[in-house]
């Protein structure tokens, strides 16, 4: 057991949408006690190749992160569209998503999808890049499993 | 700073409210590759002494959880209302909370309230207490302080 599954990749993030994210920031960093964090852009889709289902999308987000020990806590305010940042916020489900660092992310794709758990949404970043798996149905929340760049 | 917020304590939660926890148990551990956990259901009111914004309530609920290293996920079937566990599930919110054990819970959340984040339920478990603090509005979750009984 747990020698393929998540429990044996490393559970690094919790996600939350959020509409206004100097707002966001400063009532979590009221709360934590932490300073608030900068907000950053993604990079462009040039930069990112991100895409949707399967297609290229436009679409960023503004990031900040406090970081909470084990785990850190990742707000997204959806810039443009279609992403799935912006379904999150749209359905009103806040939590966006539970993040796994994991050692093969195209492994742990196919070992998720084998469950009918579908790839909504993938791209990358600097340092490494990211799979959502949609599991809200399954699982009820969606799963990012970040990787190293192939 | 973070010696008397939600920081300088240990985040050791996530909990999503589910309709069915056999079938979400069995979904979670196929992606954990976890053995399934047993279900067992919260004690009866005059154990817990649950209330829901300040009245006691006949809610319980069936939990199960994993144990994923730094924080356990725990699945929350809600039996009976009223309860916070209902109203998660109700809004379409899978992720109910994420929860803090706290050093000192009244403290703790008298700080939060005194930044307009209400007590929502509390309750009694073998071992401690938990107050569930509505931060919806503001956090996106509901903030769990789980301390020991007084």
């Given at each position: 057991m747990a020698d393929e599954g998540l429990a044996a990749e490393t559970l690094c993030q919790v996600a939350i949408t959020v509409k206004d994210i100097e707002k966001a920031s400063k009532a979590w960093?009221?709360?934590?006690?932490?300073?608030?964090?900068?907000a950053r852009l993604?990079?462009?889709a040039e930069e990112t190749h991100a895409r949707y289902h399967g297609r290229p999308t436009e679409a960023q987000a503004r990031l900040a992160f406090f970081n909470l020990g084990p785990i850190t806590l990742?707000?997204?305010?959806?810039?443009?569209?279609p992403s799935t940042w912006r379904d999150g916020l749209a359905s009103g489900s806040a939590v966006h998503h539970l993040a796994w660092q994991v050692r093969d992310a195209d492994a742990a794709a196919a070992r998720l999808q084998a469950q009918g758990i579908p790839?909504?949404?993938?791209?990358?970043?600097?340092?490494?890049?990211?799979v959502y798996l949609d599991a809200r149905e399954r699982l009820g929340v969606t799963i990012e499993l970040l990787g190293s760049r192939p």
């Open positions: 960093a009221a709360a934590l006690d932490l300073p608030v964090p900068e993604t990079g462009p990742e707000l997204i305010e959806p810039v443009g569209e790839v909504a949404q993938t791209g990358d970043f600097r340092g490494g890049r990211y």
